[in-house]
């Protein structure tokens, strides 16, 4: 499988690690919206940080 070169590879476990940044916050919870939605729909819940323009 081949990634997009956002997201890195964090330990042999597989798990996977990127850092988004946003122009507002209004626009990373939009973000924040749409991943809970599709983690939602497939039964797959990340561990998800954020800040005030980065998630």
Aim: aromatic share 10%; charged share 30%; hydrophobic share 45%.
């Amino acid at each position: 499988m081949s990634l997009s070169s956002a997201w890195k590879q964090k330990d042999k476990a597989a798990t996977l690690e990127a850092r988004f940044e946003f122009a507002s916050f209004e626009i990373l919870r939009d973000f924040l919206d749409e991943v809970a939605d599709v983690a939602d729909n497939v039964g797959h819940h990340p561990n998800l940080s954020f800040g005030r323009e980065h998630v």
